[in-house]
């Protein structure tokens, strides 16, 4: 019997679940959720405060034991949080190499990883003493340095003020491009979903509303045509209307 579409999806898929199913009390917070990420495919995910984003990653990364249904995920990830959760009685090199053994290679791939993320000079110094963004960067690099083939964001720019926001986006993309995980982003700011993601899916109820492939010609620019409209779409399934600021 010949393979259908959807099972050859499922195959060369880095993420695939189906039926995921969370319940916490008599809320149903993921109600069946079916979902394929490719490799190297970079997801935004976005929904209303409770629409179970969170939960869904939390998922992904094994950190929930009591989600029901079919999770296939690789071994090789790393998630990165709102907050760097960074270790504050060790150096930023050590909090970078954290959970890998301590030898010249590690720490000089530690190293590597920080001159990616424009903080060599940081190596030394203590995680109390950098910037938001900065700590953010360290938590990027403390990601990337294990190669991860699937990258877990949860809002991770989201305390961040607004022209950080935007040097993050830059830095993000180009060490995605680099090292090409597949790529789940849940964020609640509809402009940063299509600036960075190649596919939007909204969440309502615990199942995806709505897919989408983010059709924007790079660089993305807020003021193109096709922005605009995936912009009025995404906004309308989120039950937000036009508005000119929605995150």
């Not at 053994?101 to 590597?112: F, I, M």
């Not at 180009?174 to 402009?191: F, S």
């Amino acid at each position: 019997m010949a393979t259908d579409v959807t099972e050859r999806t499922a195959l060369d898929s880095v993420v695939v679940a189906r039926g995921v199913r969370r319940v916490f009390g008599e809320q149903v917070v993921l109600d069946g959720l079916d979902l394929d990420i490719a490799p190297g495919e970079f997801v935004a995910l976005l929904g209303r405060s409770g629409s179970g984003k969170s939960t869904f990653l939390r998922a992904l990364g094994a950190l929930d034991p009591d989600v029901e249904g079919y999770l296939r995920v690789p071994a090789k990830q790393a998630i990165v949080f709102q907050d760097p959760r960074l270790l504050p009685w060790q150096k930023v090199l050590t909090n970078v190499n954290i959970g890998r053994p301590d030898n010249a290679r590690t720490r000089a791939e530690a190293l590597d990883a920080l001159a990616e993320v424009e903080l060599e000079s940081k190596a030394k110094v203590w995680p109390r003493t950098l910037s938001g963004g900065e700590a953010q960067r360290v938590a990027l690099a403390r990601a990337l340095v294990r190669e991860p083939q699937l990258l877990l964001l949860d809002e991770p720019f989201g305390a961040l003020d607004a022209l950080t926001r935007i040097r993050m986006h830059g830095l993000l993309e180009k060490l995605v491009a680099k090292h090409r995980p597949a790529v789940l982003l849940v964020t609640h700011d509809v402009d940063e979903a299509i600036l960075l993601a190649d596919r939007v899916i909204v969440l309502t109820d615990g199942v995806i509303s709505l897919s989408s492939q983010v059709e924007v010609p790079r660089p993305r620019g807020r003021d193109s045509r096709e922005f605009v409209a995936l912009r009025r779409r995404l906004l309308t399934e989120l039950g937000v209307g036009d508005q000119p600021d929605a995150r």
